[in-house]
């Protein structure tokens, strides 16, 4: 008996409008703003609660007692169980330019952070979590910089949203940013339409990184690569590229541990971080280099990017080229305020495909450190660029405490801006908070940044040590039994990938699914004749059609 041929063709589709939000609830705002400008704009959600509404002087107890007046906003009905985004315009006389924080009278809490100047207008963008009723509260500006200046608002905003609300907007944003709709026709080679094929797809592997720091328990350890391998797809070594690691006395190399890492990445396609090539900690930096004269310095760095670099060179997708740059300044100290700048350069030489990253913490995680607010990496990325590095991208460690969600969002939508590559590169919850609070804080992290259309990539910092410890937050014992934290991972993991999926054509000979973006096998079956093949969902609007004959 002879059988028609038939060919598939796997077509991308445009989202129907059910999977948009309600119309009753606010869309988030993604907008932000990083340049300071002659004008400000119009107020975010037409001011939500603050519509209309002017600052006034307010008086506010400070830390050491005394009563100090701030511009404010009195804000009379905070509810409970509620995620609030602000924003404003800001505007200061007195000074050239100032840290501006917005404070939240309940509990002090950090709301957000500017570098405002006196020629034009700086947009802030944060936001809080209330957990109980408060009223009335102070939503104040205050200078961080100890001048005596004066602070004018504009536009200031206040959107409420209900944790349903915050919810659908993220699921919102990964089914639109994360997937793609897929419909599959089956037809014979005349284009007849086949009813009743059998369809089964499977996706086999992910666009978006989505891994772990490592160290080197797992060489060799066939239970932890096993777990490994069937959860992520990238890793980041620990502490094994660091400079203290790989010359520990000076002009004696050991890349023993590294290689060895390196082998088990490969093995597995994994995609590899490198981190990192200098880490501006004293602490950190090997102790023979701390004795170093300024020239001696020199010349060890040059050897270090050259040895590290040319040994892997176009083996890692990413290098921390400078780690923390924002919180300590040894080597600028040491060589000059352009050493940093000129390591970029060096290494985009040694490796030019490889993107080049600052790597910093406390950046996403609060706004309470001064270091490391977003307008001051975002100064830095700048600096970068005039200085004629390329390829750089942010890098942010993410190690939380009790995590602020519209903080981090509006931070991310200010990097975002830039149209560089964001990674959240080391994310863990402090151990401080117990296994169960660990996990609950960790869904809201991942959930947050993987719903994020800017950013690229999340990294887990939770390598597993021999004696079962890990840096704040491991994901299993050492029998590599799920904890908590890892159960939220799982749980995730499997939400965020296709998975496989068996149906048949309808009686016009189609099949339509959404898939996350990634590779997919696909096999069809008509009639006891079988075709099989593979295709891509990739981010983009247009449709794609794919076809295979038997």
């Known amino acids: 008996m002879a059988f028609s041929s038939f060919f598939v063709s796997i077509i991308i589709l445009s989202f ?38 002017a600052a006034t002087m307010e008086f506010i107890t400070e830390g050491n007692g005394t009563m100090v ?16 985004s602000f924003s404003s315009w800001i505007k200061i006389s007195g000074s050239n330019s100032s840290l501006i924080t917005a404070r939240l009278s309940t509990g002090n809490s950090c709301v957000g952070t500017v570098v405002a100047r006196h020629e034009c207008w700086s947009f802030l963008k944060g936001g809080f979590y209330i957990n109980s009723e408060s009223n009335p509260s102070l939503l104040y500006f205050q200078n961080s910089d100890d001048k005596e200046i004066t602070i004018t608002i504009y536009s200031a905003s206040l959107q409420p949203f209900t944790k349903e609300q915050w919810s659908l907007q993220q699921q919102y944003k990964i089914n639109t940013e994360r997937k793609r709709a897929v419909t599959i026709h089956v037809s014979d080679k005349q284009g007849a339409r086949l009813q009743g ?63 060895k890492m390196l082998d088990f990445v490969r093995a597995n ?5 490198g981190h990192n090539i200098f880490w ?33 060179k176009d083996e890692f997708v990413h290098w921390d080229v400078s780690n923390e740059f924002l919180h300590f300044d040894f080597y600028e100290d040491k060589l000059g305020k352009n050493a940093t ?6 290494a985009h030489e040694a490796d030019p495909l490889a993107t080049l990253f600052m790597n910093d913490f406390n950046v996403v995680e609060s706004c309470r450190d001064v270091k490391s607010t977003v307008d001051t990496y975002i100064s830095k990325m700048i600096d970068l660029r005039r200085f004629g590095v390329y390829m750089d991208g942010i890098g942010l460690e993410s190690h ?25 590169t080391e994310v863990d919850i402090a151990n401080t908070l117990g296994q169960d609070i660990q996990a609950t804080y960790l869904e809201d992290v991942l959930r947050e940044g993987f719903s994020h259309p800017s950013v690229n ?56 699914f959404y898939g996350f973006l990634g590779e997919y096998t696909v096999m069809a079956n008509f009639r006891g004749k079988t075709t099989n093949s593979t295709f891509s969902v990739s981010k983009n609007d247009e449709t794609r059609h794919f076809s295979i004959q038997i």
């Not at 070594?237 to 290689?259: I, R, S």
């Not at 939380?400 to 959240?424: G, H, S, Y």
């Not at 910092?461 to 991972?489: E, H, I, R």
């Open 16 to 53: 129907p409008s059910s999977i948009f939000p309600s119309p009753d609830a606010p869309l988030y705002d993604y907008s932000a703003y990083t340049q300071c400008k002659l004008e400000p704009e119009d107020p975010l959600y037409d001011g939500g609660i603050l519509k209309n509404e």
């Open 69 to 84: 007046s701030w511009p404010a906003f009195v804000l009379s009905s905070l509810h409970p169980s509620t995620f609030y």
């Open 197 to 259: 094929a059998v369809i089964r797809v499977e996706q086999v592997s992910k666009d978006f990184p989505f891994g772990s720091a490592i160290n080197n328990y797992i060489i060799g350890n066939l239970p932890y690569q096993k777990w490994f391998v069937e959860r992520f797809n990238a890793a980041v070594f620990e502490n094994e590229l660091k400079w203290a690691a790989t010359e520990p006395k000076q002009g004696v190399y050991n890349y023993t541990l590294a290689d």
């Open 269 to 273: 396609q994994i995609v590899a971080r």
């Open 280 to 312: 501006e900690d004293p602490k950190y930096i090997p102790s023979w280099v701390l004795n170093l004269t300024d020239h001696e310095l020199e010349l060890a760095v040059k050897q270090r990017i050259t040895s590290l670099m040319t040994r892997y």
């Open 341 to 346: 700048y000129e390591f970029f350069k060096a």
């Open 400 to 424: 939380f405490e009790v995590p602020n969600l519209p903080l981090m969002r509006a931070i991310l939508d200010k990097f975002a801006t830039l149209q560089l590559p964001i990674w959240l």
């Open 457 to 512: 990539g999340i990294m887990l910092w939770s390598a597993l040590k021999q004696n079962g410890k890990c840096y704040q937050m491991c994901l299993t014992d050492t029998n590599f039994n799920n904890l908590p934290a890892g159960d939220t991972v799982d749980r995730l993991l499997k939400e965020w990938q296709t998975g496989v999926i068996n149906s048949q054509t309808d009686e016009h000979g189609t099949f339509s």
